[in-house]
């Protein structure tokens, strides 16, 4: 049983510049929720997808976007790149929006 | 939204000793997870715990959501145990605490 995939595993950016991670969640579930995590914190929600629209968004800018498909991946976009943005990127699925998070390895995102 | 407050912030422990970390939250949640970050960054579940006992192993935890709060225990403790722990909270969205970064001596 496939847990929570996320692509890719590492990146670097320059700043300015776009970057879009993917995410494909656990068998079964149908719910995405996007997370921020800056070295030495915890996990900052950035924004939820379900049934294909955002359903939360946390306290992040407009440069953060989303989308899930109809097969309930989901990617997360980030515009205009910012030094600040530099992060380990996580991603989790849960089957509906009040059950367990099961959460990808994640994307660290590098931007110089 | 939801605050969720961890402590200790940092705990150093000799092998074989036992530990317990508390989780406070703000509010009523829908659910409740521990997990510990391994060093590559994977959140590894522990826990799925919105209210009552659980134990798996060496770990434990308990949930008290009338009075806003969790604990997790962990006895005999390794160096394999070492990590961040992290409590999350589920209200309209999963809302994490700062951890506990745990550090377990041979």
């Known amino acids: 049983d496939a847990g929570v995939t996320q692509s890719p595993t590492h990146l670097i950016k320059t700043r300015g510049q776009q970057v879009t991670l993917r995410c494909s969640p656990k068998s079964g579930h149908d719910t995405v929720s996007w997370y921020q995590q800056a070295l030495g914190q915890g996990p900052q929600f950035i924004f939820q997808?379900?049934?294909?629209?955002?359903?939360q968004r946390g306290n992040f800018p407009d440069r953060f976007s989303g989308h899930q498909f109809p097969n309930y991946s989901s990617e997360l976009n980030v515009n205009a790149l910012l030094l600040g943005d530099s992060a380990l990127y996580l991603c989790?699925?849960?089957?509906?929006?009040?059950?367990?998070?099961?959460f990808g390895s994640g994307t660290r995102l590098t931007v110089v | 939204g939801i605050q969720v407050e961890q402590s200790p912030p940092d705990l150093i422990l000799q092998e074989g000793a036992n530990s317990t970390l508390r989780c406070n939250f703000s509010?009523?949640?829908?659910?409740l997870q521990w997990f510990h970050q391994n060093p590559w960054g994977q959140l590894i579940n522990l826990f799925y715990i919105p209210s009552g006992t659980k134990q798996n192993g060496r770990l434990s935890a308990t949930t008290v959501a009338t009075e806003r709060y969790s604990l997790l225990y962990i006895s005999s403790s390794q160096t394999t145990d070492s990590g961040v722990y992290f409590c999350a909270v589920l209200g309209n969205d999963m809302r994490f605490g700062a951890g506990t970064r745990l550090t377990v001596k041979p």
């Open positions: 989790a699925s849960s089957s509906g929006v009040h059950y367990g998070y099961t």
């Open positions: 997808y379900y049934e294909e629209e955002e359903r």
């Open positions: 509010d009523s949640v829908n659910n």
